[in-house]
């Protein structure tokens, strides 16, 4: 069984311009949370989306990021403008259930190394 | 608010040593406690998990178990292996929430 694919793996930019991520959920997983993490930090919880419903997006930052998750396809992290704070590792995670009781298990992808020049 | 506070590394250790990384939490509610292992290169694969207080959750020889009078969730393993060289996530998971809360990792490097 295939994992959670993230591509591209790397990913380098210039400030301004536009950044795509993209998340293949796990084959059955109808999902995906996105987490970022900052040079020396834990994850940290971006958003969280199901078929084509964002259903948390506590986490996003206001401006310039937006994500997706189209009925067909994989899910789309976008963040506009860059700027050298966005560097950082962003991992999609999927699950088949929706969080329950905090038990439900979340299978992480090898995630997107972005790095802003 | 949630979150999780754990051990700094790098820690190097010598194969067939005893390994303990050191997790604690904090959580408003009732938190499912997790350890994560990223390997080079890798995304995060879960190790163990324990969903409630004095659970022991165990995998690979490593085990952990779900202190809530000390707030502690310490990743152990009595042997550690050069293969168990990675980063190592503790994490947990609110009943009434959407994400995981994650520590900062601790890199662990095992010599032979």
């Known amino acids: 069984n295939a994992g959670v694919m993230q591509n591209p793996r790397h990913l380098v930019r210039r400030r301004g311009q536009e950044a795509r991520l993209r998340c293949s959920p796990m084959k059955g997983h109808s999902h995906v949370y996105w987490y970022r993490q900052l040079p020396e930090e834990g994850l940290k919880f971006m958003v969280y989306?199901?078929?084509?419903?964002?259903?948390?997006e506590s986490g996003m930052p206001k401006e310039r990021f937006s994500a997706e998750f189209p009925k067909e396809g994989p899910s789309i992290l976008r963040i506009q403008q860059v700027v050298r704070g966005d560097s950082a590792a962003y991992f999609c995670a999927s699950s088949p259930r929706a969080p329950s009781g905090g038990q439900e298990t979340q299978y992480f992808g090898p995630g997107t190394r972005l790095l802003v020049l | 608010g949630n979150s999780v506070t754990q051990m700094e590394g790098p820690v190097t250790l010598s194969e067939e040593a005893f390994l303990t990384i050191n997790c604690t939490y904090t959580?408003?509610?009732?938190?499912?406690l997790f350890w994560y292992v990223q390997y080079p290169g890798e995304g995060l694969q879960l190790l163990l998990k324990a969903t409630k207080a004095d659970d022991k959750g165990s995998n690979k020889g490593f085990e952990a178990t779900y202190r809530k009078e000390t707030t502690s969730f310490h990743l152990e393993k009595g042997s550690v292996q050069v293969s168990d060289s990675a980063v190592y996530f503790c994490a947990l998971s609110e009943w009434t929430g959407n994400q995981f809360y994650f520590g900062t990792g601790t890199s662990l490097t095992v010599i032979p």
């Open positions: 989306l199901q078929k084509e419903n964002i259903i948390d």
């Open positions: 959580a408003t509610g009732y938190p499912s």
